[in-house]
């Protein structure tokens, strides 16, 4: 999947399945991850922000995929949760495998939810990094075969642990001999299985229910069709290099490495693209993000799921961003926080500032450092520079909000909304008690606290009148004097 490929739209298990499916895929997602040492199904372990499971299903849609099959087992019904939360719409299905005994088994489970599709792509749901132009290099090479089947594989300096692709006298894979299986011969061979198949769907499902359990692991091993595809032709291959796209992960280590090579290969695309980094090390753009040219993301900043980020943008350092849109020439200034927000072009945000989700600023707005907003609407150049909390709100044009302002939106039981016109002024160190509403052009005084409506164009002064009281000081440290003596 590549940083220019938005995640696609996801269905669920009631979706209607369309007739004339061509590639159905499988992703295989039962598992429990016992190496992740994790109350989290190893599926719903993030990267880049994104649980693994979605990539998976995201590139395969990507790649061309009418319907995609997720083979649940261990917390199915989080991985379904969590897969209908990030999409809706395409045709997404879900095969239930109880008890896991083998990647051969798991495909069988599907069987009825790929349903009519002539091809079916079988993947690991643990291994994100796969691209969708690779996948479409898979489908070619096993149009171009005699036999069923095709499948990707890779060369290791250390195979260990993987099954070997054992190839015949044409040169093309005959068998695919499992690690705990293989003869010292066999063990010698460096090309593995990268576990990524193409075959008809006729041919699979046919070959799987002739598969059987002996062998070490005493499970259905999928990679017994690849025997039986080469008894009807030339097996096809795709050879891919060693690195990201073959890496699954049973780890939180293979986690931290696999996102970190996901993290370089994203960065470098944007950076192709247009998009600079001060330190791409230490910056973070989920896949599914869009941004505009000559935008300049600073150190440590990390773009969350659903972003949009517009042309000539500038974000500082440290500042995180997570569903959230920003127009053209948006600044936002170092240690942000935004989430489901939009910002208008032309905006400043910060620093240390925190747009929590429903803010809307538009174009030409500023919010400045320690502010923080909460489903609240600022008009086009109204201002909010310094340390102040508007939330449930909406602010007219070309407003000013003076430092230490509060909107009090909560009685404790309920939230209110505050609605001020155009051009209003609002005063240092206010409070405003809603409901409460503020004509155009009002103008509140310093230090007071509104607990009802102001017409357009008045001035509101609710503080106590000032006293001046002269002498107080000597006064009082003659009695302390007094009292010491």
Not at 19 to 33: N, S
Not at 292 to 312: F, K, M, N
Not at 317 to 338: A, F, I, Q
Request: hydrophobic share 40%; net charge negative; aromatic share 4%.
């Amino acid at each position: 999947m590549s940083a220019s490929t938005p995640l696609k739209p996801m269905g669920n298990e009631g979706t209607v399945m369309a007739e004339g499916v061509d590639i159905a895929t499988v992703l295989l997602a039962a598992g429990q991850g016992t190496r992740m040492r994790s109350d989290l199904a190893k599926v719903l372990h993030p990267i880049l922000g994104v649980p693994l499971i979605v990539h998976s299903v995201a590139t395969a849609l990507a790649a061309g995929s009418e319907r995609v099959v997720v083979v649940v087992g261990h917390q199915a019904e989080a991985v379904k949760d969590t897969i209908r939360s990030h999409f809706a719409g395409s045709n997404i299905l879900f095969a239930l495998q109880a008890e896991q005994n083998g990647t051969g088994h798991a495909v069988q489970c599907a069987r009825e939810a790929v349903g009519d599709a002539r091809r079916v792509l079988i993947l690991s749901g643990d291994v994100p990094g796969i691209q969708t132009e690779t996948l479409r290099a898979l489908q070619r090479i096993q149009e171009g075969v005699s036999s069923p089947l095709a499948l990707a594989t890779t060369a290791l300096s250390d195979p260990t642990g993987y099954g070997r692709i054992v190839r015949g006298a044409s040169g093309t894979p005959v068998n695919i001999v499992e690690h705990r299986d293989a003869t010292e011969e066999e063990q010698t061979i460096r090309e593995i299985n990268v576990g990524m198949y193409l075959a008809d769907a006729e041919f699979l499902f046919s070959s799987l229910a002739h598969v059987g359990t002996d062998n070490a692991q005493g499970e259905v091993y999928l990679t017994d069709i690849v025997a039986m595809a080469a008894a009807q032709g030339e097996v096809g291959s795709l050879d891919i290099p060693e690195g990201l796209e073959m890496w699954g992960i049973n780890d939180r280590v293979q986690l931290a490495e696999v996102e970190h090579a996901m993290r370089a290969r994203t960065n470098e695309q944007w950076m192709r693209k247009g998009v600079s980094f001060t330190a791409p090390d230490t910056t973070t753009v989920s896949t599914d993000v869009l941004m505009g040219q000559d935008t300049l993301l600073g150190r440590g900043v990390r773009i969350g799921p659903g972003c949009e980020i517009g042309s000539h943008c500038r974000i500082d350092e440290g500042c995180v961003l997570e569903g959230t849109t920003l127009g053209d020439n948006v600044h936002v200034k170092p240690y942000c926080v935004l989430l489901d927000s939009k910002v208008g072009e032309n905006a400043q945000v910060g620093p240390f500032a925190h747009l929590r989700p429903g803010t809307l600023l538009d174009a030409n707005c500023k919010v400045g450092n320690f502010v923080e907003t909460k489903k609240a609407h600022l008009h086009k150049g109204t201002k909010a520079s310094h340390l102040s909390y508007l939330g449930d709100c909406e602010i007219g044009a070309g407003s000013n909000i003076g430092a230490g302002t509060i909107t009090c939106n909560y009685d404790g039981v309920n939230k209110f909304k505050t609605t001020l016109g155009e051009g209003v002024f609002i005063g240092s160190d206010t409070q405003l008690v809603a409901p409460v509403s503020l004509g155009d052009h009002a103008y509140v005084g310093a230090g007071s606290t509104v607990t009802e409506d102001v017409p357009a164009g008045a001035l509101v002064i609710s503080r106590t009148p000032q006293r001046n009281i002269e002498g107080w000081v000597a006064k009082k440290k003659a009695e302390r004097d007094n009292e010491s003596d």
